[in-house]
């Protein structure tokens, strides 16, 4: 599911830097999972480490949602078409919460 939009204030520099370090030290936690596995491993501390990765992707999500919502969910408000914009949000916060 991608969409064709673009944000109503595009990100700055230090927030695309701090998402993409967010996201590079997420990308490493994964391939030490992946080593892990082929180490065969203690179960529990695979799990420990997956939940320890879940948690970081959703704070990178969240991260995101919250500039939505003070960014484009603002914006289309203030003009009057918040209702699809809400909905939207609305979506994907449930999905979060799955």
């Not at 490493?28 to 420990?48: A, N, P, S, T």
């Not at 939940?51 to 500039?67: C, F, I």
């Not at 603002?74 to 209702?83: F, K, L, P, R, V």
Request: aromatic share 4%; net charge neutral; with cysteine.
């Amino acid at each position: 599911m991608q969409s064709d939009k673009q944000p109503v204030m595009p990100r700055t520099d230090k927030e695309k830097d701090q998402m993409t370090n967010r996201l590079n030290r997420i990308e490493g936690q994964v391939r030490g999972l992946q080593k892990m596995i082929e180490e065969d491993r203690y179960c529990i501390d695979i799990l420990v480490q997956i939940s320890a990765v879940q948690a970081a992707l959703n704070k990178v999500g969240y991260t995101v949602m919250e500039r939505h919502a003070k960014t484009c969910v603002s914006d289309a408000i203030q003009s009057g078409n918040g209702d699809e914009s809400i909905e939207e949000l609305m979506k994907v916060i449930k999905q979060f919460a799955k």
